[in-house]
């Protein structure tokens, strides 16, 4: 006879009992395949989609994209074509989802970081100018003390040639020593010429100057993904999607520390802003780097077609 596996049930326990049907396989064969089901069902075998580490660092914008349709945050998978896989970003649940591809979504996002620039300040270039004014205090400091020792060498030399004509040093000596100072006198004067050269190529900080030196897409392409997903953080606040059909990056606030670098940029699309929002005072959250809250500059039609 066969065999019927009853579940437990209130104060009954699970257990086996016998069936009125004829059994179809023993029950050693069938403890046996029971085992290798319980052995195999926690592993990936049969999974579409990428695990752990290879996951995140593949599909970076995971935990950071929302959905263009349903605003939830979407996720990263394989979807299985005919003959391979596809990476795919996509909506996990519900009746309004989204699905892009991880290549299309990368590339309209790196389009949309490049219209992205550093809004810097007379201030920056200050402090940055004063920065770098304290770096080179080092070499000028060793250019004063390189002419100083070369006014020694210099009196040095006259000395010997005074002593050497007056017949108070031996040729031999005066050849000798002639040679030496001579020697360390000429590396004193390339170090000093090398130094001045160094000092002498650094320009003055100007707002221009911090623009190009801070380009931020070259610093977005440059990164490894998982950083990437950190840094997209910091410069979208709130949220971010993007209009496959229209092939725009759609958020509702870009960190006030960035401003599209033309002010008809086409590559984003702004999302209304809840009621109340306010993050002026939190630098990483949208405000600017000092302590004093300024009002939030809307991004309105600048970023709009």
């Not at 995971?62 to 795919?88: D, F, H, I, Q």
């Not at 030496?180 to 000429?186: C, D, P, Q, R, W």
């Not at 320009?203 to 190009?212: A, E």
């Not at 005072?281 to 004093?292: A, F, H, M, T, V």
């Amino acid at each position: 006879m066969g065999r019927i596996d009853v579940k437990a049930y209130r104060d009954f326990h699970a257990e086996r009992v016998h069936g009125v049907h004829q059994g179809i396989i023993s029950e050693e064969v069938f403890d046996q395949v029971q085992q290798r089901i319980a052995e195999t069902e926690n592993t990936n075998r049969g999974q579409s989609w990428v695990s752990g580490e290879a996951q995140s660092d593949e599909f970076f914008l995971k935990g950071v994209l929302a959905c263009n349709v349903s605003e939830k945050v979407m996720t990263g998978s394989y979807s299985m074509g005919r003959n391979k896989k596809y990476p795919y970003y996509h909506t996990t649940s519900g009746k309004k989802r989204q699905r892009i591809k991880k290549s299309t979504a990368h590339a309209i996002l790196d389009k949309a970081i490049a219209e992205l620039s550093f809004k810097f300040t007379e201030q920056d270039a200050e402090v940055v100018q004063e920065y770098i004014n304290e770096m080179i205090d080092l070499p000028i400091a060793m250019v004063t003390g390189f002419k100083t020792k070369d006014k020694k060498i210099t009196k040095q030399i006259q000395k010997i040639e005074e002593d050497y004509l007056n017949g108070s040093l031996h040729a031999t000596d005066y050849k000798r020593l002639n040679t030496k100072l001579l020697v360390e006198k000429g590396k004193i004067i390339k170090g000093i010429s090398r130094l001045e050269r160094q000092i002498s190529t650094i320009p003055k900080v100007s707002i221009k100057t911090l623009t190009n030196l801070c380009q931020l897409s070259t610093i977005y392409v440059s990164m490894e993904n998982t950083l990437k997903r950190d840094l997209l953080k910091a410069i979208f606040p709130e949220k971010l999607s993007i209009d496959v059909q229209n092939r725009k990056v759609r958020t509702t606030y870009i960190n006030s520390l960035l401003s599209p670098t033309d002010s008809a940029a086409k590559d984003y699309e702004t999302i209304e802003m809840k009621k109340g929002q306010d993050m002026s005072s939190r630098p990483i959250r949208g405000g600017r780097r000092d302590s004093n809250p300024r009002p939030l500059e809307p991004q309105s039609s600048a970023l709009t077609d």
